[in-house]
Each structure stands twice: as structure tokens, then as C-alpha cells.
């Protein structure tokens, strides 16, 4: 039969007491401090995370905001360099197109003198050759070769011929 010894069961409470004790101070006690421990290096590390992220996201917004302005910088100087090639090229071209009036102008003055200088040419040599052919005419009837006289026009024409 089974019998129920007062002095076992007190034995059993000391050992279990005891063996509680034991586990408590050296096993749970240890433990809950590397449990703690460990659960504050996670939410330091956490706590970590949590501001390089943010930190990251910050730095992230100033490189675009950065990037963002470098772009903008970069399309004002290209419409700045774009308006100063373009007053460039105008500026060329209004100094060509006066060069070119310029020697156009002389050209046609040029031209002009030219025409001027063979206008009175031809009038001189008109004024001479009309001396001439009324020398040759008043020589003519002054010799009366009747037989010999010619036309006006024969006379111009030979008159023409003698001063080539």
C-alpha cells in the first residue's frame, strides 16, 4: 500500500526549495539580465535604425533638393549662353550687313566716278572728233575735189577708222 510519509514530503519541499533557489540565482537571474540586456541593445539599435533612416531620408531630400537646383542652375546658364550666342550672332550679323552696306557704297560710288570719268572721256573725245571731221570737211571744201567728195556718213566712218 502506499503510504504517505510526513518526512519525505517535508524533504521533497526542502529539496524542491532548495533546487528553486539555486535555479533562481544562478540559472533565472543571469538570464533575465542577458534577456534584458539583449532587449536593450534591440531597442538601441532600434532607436539606431530608426535615426539613420531618418538621417538617410533627410540627406536624401538635400540631395534632391540639391540636384533639383543644380538642374535649374544648369537651364538658366544654357537659356543665359543661348540668348548671349544669339545677340552674338545678331551683333555679327548687323556688323556684316553694315560692312556690306559699307562696300556697297563704295562700289556704287566707285561705280558712279567711273561712269562720270567715261561720260566726260566720251564727251572730250565726241568734242574731238567733232573738231576733227569739221577740220577734215573745211579741208575738203577747201581743196574742192569735188570729185572726190564723199558722203558725211563715208567721212564719219573713214574719220572713225583713222583714229583707232
Not at 16 to 22: E, R, S
Amino acid at each position: 500500500m502506499i503510504s504517505i510519509n510526513p518526512y519525505e514530503i517535508v524533504m521533497q519541499m526542502v529539496n524542491f526549495l532548495v533546487l528553486f533557489l539555486l535555479l533562481k540565482r544562478f540559472l533565472f537571474k543571469p538570464l533575465v539580465a542577458f534577456l534584458d540586456s539583449r532587449e536593450d541593445q534591440i531597442r538601441g539599435a532600434l532607436a539606431d535604425a530608426k535615426e539613420s533612416k531618418a538621417s538617410a531620408e533627410q540627406l536624401l531630400q538635400n540631395q534632391e533638393a540639391a540636384l533639383k537646383e543644380a538642374r535649374l542652375e544648369v537651364r538658366e546658364m544654357r537659356k543665359q549662353a543661348e540668348r548671349s550666342i544669339q545677340e552674338e550672332r545678331e551683333t555679327l550679323l548687323s556688323k556684316t550687313r553694315q560692312d556690306i552696306d559699307g562696300r556697297l557704297k563704295e562700289s556704287q560710288k566707285e561705280v558712279d566716278q567711273q561712269i562720270a570719268k567715261a561720260k566726260k572721256e566720251i564727251m572730250d573725245f565726241s568734242g574731238k572728233l567733232s573738231v576733227s571731221i569739221a577740220e577734215k570737211l573745211t579741208e575738203e571744201r577747201s581743196e574742192e575735189h569735188t570729185s572726190e567728195l564723199q558722203s558725211p556718213c563715208n567721212l564719219v566712218c573713214r574719220l572713225l577708222l583713222e583714229k583707232k
